[in-house]
C-alpha cells in the first residue's frame, strides 16, 4: 500500500500524541475503547485503521460512524498501525480526539447532590490509576479529582485500564491537595482518608454522607500533614505480615463499601 505525504503526517502527529507531546488531544486504541470515545461524544479528530480490521463488520460499522464525524482518516498497512501502536500487539484502529473536559467549573456542574467523590493524590501508576477510575463508576462515584503530580487519566495505559469510564466519569485534573481538601470543606463533604495506621476500620465509616475518599501514592501513601488536613482516617483489616495493600484494590474495598451503604 502507498501512503500519501498527508498519512504520513497524520502518522508523525498520531506518535506526538501517543506520547504526551500533544496534551490538547488523547491516543485512543482498539475497538471497545474507540466505540465508547464515540458515544460519549468527544470531539473525532482523526482515524487510523489497519486493512485487517476494516474487513471485520464491526469495525467496519465503527468506521463508518467515525469518518462521518472526524477531520482525517487513514487506511494504513498493518506494519504502519504497529508503527504507532501503544500495545505490543496492535489493536487495528486508533484514533486521536479532544480531551473530555476537566475544569473545576465542569466537575462541580455533574455534582451529585450527595457526592461520592475519590481523590487521587501523587498517584504515578496509569494502570492502577484507570483501575481505581473503572471501580469508581461501577461503585457509584460521581467524580474523580487528580492531584498535581498524578499521572495522566488520559495517557493510553490509564485508558485501557479505565475500559471507557474515564470518559463518563467527571474527572478534575491538577488540582493542588490544599485546595481539594478546602473545595471539599467548603462544600460539606467529608474527607475520608486511607491509612494502614487509622484506628477505626472501613466499615465504621458513615458513607451515605457526602463524602470524599482520598488516596496516596503507592509507595509511601499519604504524608502525616496530608492525614491531617482530612477529617477522619481508615484502614482496611489485613492478617499475615501484609503491610499493605495495592492502591486500586484498597480503593475497590473501600469504595464497594460506600455502595453497599447507600443501597
Same mark, same amino acid.
Given at each position: 500500500?502507498?501512503?500519501?505525504?498527508?498519512?504520513?503526517?497524520?502518522?508523525?502527529?498520531?506518535?506526538?500524541?501517543?506520547?504526551?507531546?500533544?496534551?490538547?488531544?488523547?491516543? !485512543?486504541?482498539?475497538?471497545?475503547?474507540?466505540?465508547?470515545?464515540?458515544?460519549?461524544?468527544?470531539?473525532?479528530?482523526?482515524?487510523?485503521?489497519?486493512?485487517?480490521?476494516?474487513?471485520?463488520?464491526?469495525?467496519?460499522?465503527?468506521?463508518?460512524?467515525?469518518?462521518? !464525524?472526524?477531520?482525517?482518516?487513514?487506511?494504513?498497512?498493518?506494519?504502519?498501525?504497529?508503527?504507532?501502536?501503544?500495545?505490543?500487539?496492535?489493536?487495528?484502529?486508533?484514533?486521536?480526539?479532544?480531551?473530555?473536559?476537566?475544569?473545576?467549573?465542569?466537575?462541580?456542574?455533574?455534582?451529585?447532590?450527595?457526592?461520592?467523590?475519590?481523590?487521587?493524590?501523587?498517584?504515578?501508576?496509569?494502570?492502577?490509576?484507570?483501575?481505581?477510575?473503572?471501580?469508581?463508576?461501577?461503585?457509584?462515584?460521581?467524580?474523580?479529582?487528580?492531584?498535581?503530580?498524578?499521572?495522566?487519566?488520559?495517557?493510553?495505559?490509564?485508558?485501557?485500564?479505565?475500559?471507557?469510564?474515564?470518559?463518563?466519569?467527571?474527572?478534575?485534573?491538577?488540582?493542588?491537595? /490544599?485546595?481539594?481538601?478546602?473545595?471539599?470543606?467548603?462544600?460539606?463533604?467529608?474527607?475520608?482518608?486511607?491509612?494502614?495506621?487509622?484506628?477505626?476500620?472501613?466499615?465504621?465509616?458513615?458513607?451515605?454522607?457526602?463524602?470524599?475518599?482520598?488516596?496516596?501514592?503507592? /509507595?509511601?501513601?499519604?504524608?502525616?500533614?496530608?492525614?491531617?488536613?482530612?477529617?477522619?482516617?481508615?484502614?482496611?483489616?489485613?492478617?499475615?505480615?501484609?503491610?499493605?495493600?495495592? !492502591?486500586?484494590?484498597?480503593?475497590?474495598?473501600?469504595?464497594?463499601?460506600?455502595?453497599?451503604?447507600?443501597?
Amino acid at each position: 500500500m502507498n501512503i500519501s505525504s498527508r498519512d504520513n503526517s497524520l502518522l508523525r502527529h498520531a506518535r506526538a500524541v501517543r506520547d504526551g507531546k500533544a496534551n490538547e488531544l488523547i491516543f !485512543v486504541e482498539g475497538l471497545r475503547l474507540c466505540e465508547e470515545a464515540l458515544r460519549s461524544g468527544l470531539k473525532i479528530e482523526a482515524v487510523i485503521f489497519s486493512e485487517r480490521i476494516a474487513k471485520k463488520e464491526r469495525a467496519a460499522t465503527l468506521i463508518r460512524e467515525l469518518e462521518e !464525524v472526524a477531520a482525517k482518516s487513514a487506511l494504513v498497512s498493518e506494519r504502519l498501525l504497529a508503527s504507532i501502536s501503544y500495545t505490543k500487539t496492535p489493536q487495528g484502529i486508533i484514533l486521536l480526539s479532544s480531551r473530555p473536559a476537566t475544569t473545576e467549573g465542569e466537575f462541580a456542574r455533574r455534582q451529585a447532590r450527595t457526592p461520592l467523590l475519590v481523590i487521587l493524590h501523587g498517584i504515578n501508576n496509569p494502570v492502577n490509576l484507570g483501575a481505581i477510575l473503572r471501580t469508581a463508576e461501577a461503585a457509584g462515584v460521581t467524580g474523580a479529582v487528580t492531584t498535581v503530580g498524578t499521572t495522566d487519566s488520559f495517557s493510553p495505559k490509564a485508558l485501557r485500564g479505565a475500559m471507557g469510564a474515564a470518559f463518563r466519569l467527571p474527572i478534575w485534573t491538577d488540582v493542588d491537595y /490544599s485546595h481539594a481538601i478546602d473545595w471539599c470543606r467548603k462544600r460539606s463533604i467529608q474527607t475520608i482518608c486511607a491509612d494502614v495506621r487509622a484506628t477505626r476500620t472501613y466499615t465504621e465509616i458513615d458513607w451515605r454522607r457526602p463524602t470524599a475518599l482520598i488516596l496516596g501514592a503507592e /509507595s509511601k501513601g499519604l504524608s502525616e500533614e496530608e492525614i491531617a488536613a482530612t477529617q477522619e482516617a481508615t484502614r482496611i483489616p489485613m492478617k499475615g505480615s501484609t503491610e499493605s495493600l495495592n !492502591v486500586a484494590v484498597a480503593a475497590g474495598i473501600l469504595l464497594y463499601e460506600a455502595f453497599r451503604q447507600r443501597g
